[in-house]
């Protein structure tokens, strides 16, 4: 059948029988990246949010596994995902693992080590920069070698290009790269990479305002046998990296090895929504939210009750504090007034917690704590108020969870009636996740499918996935039936 036609078919039908290149049934199923020869995992480890020991130790089990790919960036948690690896890869033949790391995404910080020469880089907002020069490029490796504990990476990625267009605008962004791609020539040649590439969120979808075309990227470089990837994202819900035919052409004449990031982290119209059905130790009920909303209420109600701040301090004076009570301390009152939509999207309320709200206590907690130092009752009251917070957090996070594993189970039993899987409920982590990752092996287009394995659990059902993959591969149509599901 034409391809082209083919590709026309709903989400996922594009699959070919896998490629048995294996030489023993205990072997992982592997993809060469063809313009560097080097043979790499079906699924690579996705280091975006490593950053605790633990974290790494599941990073070492994966490659005790025989999982050689890690993919990571030089923004990934601040520099400590890299290095993380770094300590890691000292445990291991560096030539066995193939590294991927990008540069693009910048804070305060890079730029001020950049200099005063803002034409390097745009200021998106806040702590946020971005720049894809030559000299950013190059300051972004050097970082990445020495975090990472190495004198080369395997592909160095220009992340997120398309951020620059609102500055720049499209023509100019890809003559900024074809600069860019003339320095990295460089780079290979003198053995610092192996290879380099693109990552994206828009390549896939040419109608959105930020949409950089893969043939105008590729025409900016000079010496094609050195870009070697490209990496998007790709999961159930987002599938136009495979529905985009010119997208897949290119892809295909010019060799190019796909890697599929976002695997279990979909957009959709109804918010970001996890692909993930795994049972909590302690699921929350309404009455442990309850009893943590009350608790965290209590407090607050204790404390800006005993400062009575706005009653008997006078403007002047209570300007000069650090934290007032009453406007730092009333998160218990916030939460409730949003609990609603945070029970609804899982992913979004643990980002928001974990990235406004605890970071936004801590600060005030260690403020009110400096100022009232003298007073051991406050600071007694700061410490109860910070573990209440704590319990709080979980709960919500346990809630907002409960919605998405309903969502997911349903999903997943749905899957298992219409497709006879190897695994059961009982023997992996998230029986939904193998599903999915098993759908997305059989796509022959993607190359790694790069996976977040923070706990030696994720490593667990990736291996399995790989495994069964490899034992009973999805056929197009069991492909195209699980597909309409979706649909």
């Known amino acids: 059948m034409n391809a082209r036609l083919l590709r026309a078919r709903p989400v996922l039908l594009r699959s070919s029988a896998p490629r048995r290149c294996l030489a023993t049934s205990t072997e992982l199923p592997k993809r060469v990246i063809p313009k560097l020869g080097r043979s790499v995992t079906r699924v690579g480890f996705g280091a975006y949010r490593l950053q605790q020991p633990s974290h790494a130790a599941a990073l070492q089990y994966a490659l005790e596994q ?97 951020r620059m267009i609102k500055a720049h605008g499209n023509a100019n962004v890809y003559q900024q790269m074809r600069a860019s791609f003339q320095f990295l020539d460089t780079m290979v040649q003198q053995g610092m990479i192996g290879g380099y590439g693109v990552c994206s969120n828009t390549l896939a979808l040419p109608e959105t305002a930020d949409h950089l075309r893969l043939s105008s990227i590729l025409d900016a470089c000079d010496k094609l046998d050195h870009f070697v990837a490209v990496e998007m994202p790709f ?92 406007k730092s301390f009333v998160w218990g009152q916030i939460l409730s007034e949003n609990l609603q939509r945070l029970g609804q999207h899982h992913f979004a309320t643990r980002h928001y917690l974990a990235t406004q709200v605890q970071p936004s206590l801590e600060r005030d907690l260690l403020a009110f704590c400096d100022f009232y130092a003298s007073i051991p009752e406050y600071v007694s009251w700061a410490a109860q108020y910070r573990e209440a917070m704590a319990r709080l957090i979980d709960a919500l996070v346990n809630y907002s969870y409960m919605d998405t594993l309903k969502k997911n189970n349903d999903l997943d039993r749905v899957f298992a009636a219409l497709v006879p899987w190897a695994h059961n409920a009982v023997s992996c982590h998230s029986p939904l996740t193998v599903k999915a990752l098993q759908m997305y092996l059989a796509q022959d287009e993607l190359g790694c499918v790069l996976t977040g394995m923070r706990q030696q659990a994720y490593v667990d059902d990736a291996l399995l996935a790989m495994k069964e993959h490899k034992e009973t591969p999805l056929s197009p149509d069991q492909l195209a039936d699980l597909s309409r599901v979706l649909l």
């Open 66 to 162: 025989g999982i050689d790919l890690i993919d990571t960036g030089a923004n990934f948690e601040q520099g400590t995902s890299e290095q993380l690896i770094g300590e890691t890869l000292k445990n291991v033949d560096r030539k066995s693992v193939t590294v991927v790391t990008k540069a693009g995404y910048l804070n305060k910080k890079d730029v001020e080590r950049l200099g005063g020469d803002s034409s390097d880089y745009i200021h998106v907002q806040g702590n946020s920069f971005h720049g894809i020069s030559p000299r950013v490029l190059e300051d972004q490796l050097q970082q990445s070698l020495a975090r990472l504990g190495t004198d080369y990476v395997d592909i160095f990625m220009i992340n997120a290009p398309e």
């Open 235 to 326: 999961n159930m819900y987002e599938t136009n990296v495979v529905e985009n035919a010119a997208l897949m052409d290119t892809i295909e004449d010019h060799q190019l090895f796909v890697l599929a990031n976002r695997p279990l982290n979909a957009i959709t119209p109804q918010g970001i929504r996890g692909l993930y059905n795994h049972m909590v130790a302690h699921p929350t009920d309404m009455a442990d939210l309850r009893d943590a909303f009350e608790q965290v209420a209590q407090l607050e109600i204790d404390m800006i009750s005993e400062l009575d701040e706005e009653s008997e301090i006078d403007e002047g004076e209570l300007s000069k504090k650090p934290v007032q009570a009453s």
